[in-house]
T-cell receptor, first 117, second 116 residues
Framework: AQKVTQAQTEISVVEKEDVTLDCVYE???????LFWYKQPPSGELVFLIR??????QNEISGRYSWNFQKSTSSFNFTITASQVVDSAVYFC??????????????FGKGTLLTVNP | DTGVSQNPRHKITKRGQNVTFRCDPI?????LYWYRQTLGQGPEFLTY????????KSRLLSDRFSAERPKGSFSTLEIQRTEQGDSAMYLC??????????????FGPGTRLTVL
C-alpha cells in the first residue's frame, strides 16, 4: 500500500524566512514517482515538481529546492526567502511506476503555509 | 494550451437531488482523472479514463456515482440522490499519453459541492 505523511499540519513564518515542508512516504515498490503540488486559496492544484525514485539528485528552481533521500523515504521541500504569495496548502504525492493502478496519485494531508508580511 | 476547466465552480443542492459536473481536459490529453477532496484532507482518487474507456473506479465511488467520457474528450461526473457526506471539492485532472518526461497530472480548479 502507498502512504504519504505530512506531519506538519500548519506552519507560519514571517516573510523572508526560509521554511522546509516535510514529506515521508511508504511504498513497497522499488521505482516510483514523487510530486509536490501547491493549492492556493483559489483551490486549483498547481504542479511544482516530479521526481523519479531512481534519480536522487536534489533540485533547485529559483527559491524552491527539493531534497530527496531514498534511505529515509523523504522528499522535503524548502522555500528560501519566503514571500506572502507562497501562502498556500502544499501537498506531497506518490505514484507507482508500474504494476496495478500506476496512474493514481496518493496524496498526503497537506501542510498549510502562512507567510506573514 | 488552456488548462483543465471545470463547471460549475460551485454547486449547492438539497439532499436527494442529482448533480452533474463537467470537466474539459487539456487538449490532446488522452487520460483523465477524478479526485475528491474533503476539508483538511488531500485529494483522493475516484476514477480514471484513458480515452473513452473507464479503467478504474475507486471503492469511494458508490453506486450513486457515475462518470462518463463518451468521446474521449470532456468528462461528466454525476451524483444521484446526493447525501450530506458528498459535500466536497471534486477535482479533475488530465495527463498526456504516457511518456516519462511528461507523465504529470494537471488539475482543474475543482467544483465545490455543498449538500444541504
Amino acid at each position: 500500500a502507498q502512504k504519504v505523511t505530512q506531519a506538519q499540519t500548519e506552519i507560519s513564518v514571517v516573510e523572508k524566512e526560509d521554511v522546509t515542508l516535510d514529506c515521508v512516504y511508504e511504498t513497497r515498490d522499488t521505482t516510483y514517482y514523487l510530486f509536490w503540488y501547491k493549492q492556493p486559496p483559489s483551490g486549483e492544484l498547481v504542479f511544482l515538481i516530479r521526481r523519479n525514485s531512481f534519480d536522487e539528485q536534489n533540485e533547485i528552481s529559483g527559491r524552491y529546492s527539493w531534497n530527496f533521500q531514498k534511505s529515509t523515504s523523504s522528499f522535503n521541500f524548502t522555500i528560501t526567502a519566503s514571500q506572502v504569495v507562497d501562502s498556500a496548502v502544499y501537498f506531497c504525492a506518490l505514484r507507482r511506476n508500474s504494476g496495478g493502478s500506476n496512474y493514481k496519485l496518493t496524496f498526503g494531508k497537506g501542510t498549510l503555509l502562512t507567510v506573514n508580511p | 494550451d488552456t488548462g483543465v476547466s471545470q463547471n460549475p465552480r460551485h454547486k449547492i443542492t438539497k439532499r436527494g437531488q442529482n448533480v452533474t459536473f463537467r470537466c474539459d481536459p487539456i487538449s490532446e490529453h488522452n487520460r483523465l482523472y477524478w479526485y475528491r477532496q474533503t476539508l483538511g484532507q488531500g485529494p483522493e482518487f475516484l476514477t480514471y479514463f484513458q480515452n473513452e474507456a473507464q479503467l478504474e473506479k475507486s471503492r469511494l465511488l458508490s453506486d450513486r456515482f457515475s462518470a462518463e467520457r463518451p468521446k474521449g474528450s470532456f468528462s461528466t461526473l454525476e451524483i444521484q440522490r446526493t447525501e450530506q457526506g458528498d459535500s466536497a471539492m471534486y477535482l479533475c485532472a488530465s495527463s498526456p499519453p504516457r511518456d516519462r518526461s511528461t507523465d504529470t497530472q494537471y488539475f482543474g480548479p475543482g467544483t465545490r459541492l455543498t449538500v444541504l
